[in-house]
């Protein structure tokens, strides 16, 4: 887990590198408020975990079996403002 803040504006890419599976998830700052001042143990989409609520997001970028350390796997360009955070978040 990690959060990121834009540096200035303009379109970032993220990458990833995995020997099995994985999947990277991004949320926006207010996203991720939400779960810290929920007090119903529910999640939005009425999901039961924190880690059913993520999975069903769509993920930023996807690897299906494994990748060699030097290959690098990039989702979209995400258009970003500088001062944004995001929350950052790799399932593997």
Do not use: N
């Amino acid at each position: 887990r990690h959060t990121r803040c834009a540096p200035v504006d303009g379109d970032y890419t993220f990458a990833l590198s995995s020997d099995d599976s994985s999947r990277l998830y991004m949320l926006p700052e207010a996203e991720i408020a939400k779960f810290s001042s929920s007090t119903s143990g529910t999640f939005p989409g009425d999901k039961d975990s924190y880690f059913d609520y993520i999975s069903s997001q769509e993920s930023v970028v996807k690897i299906d079996g494994w990748k060699r350390k030097s290959e690098w796997v990039s989702g979209r360009a995400k258009k970003m403002k500088r001062g944004e955070v995001v929350f950052l978040e790799v399932h593997h």
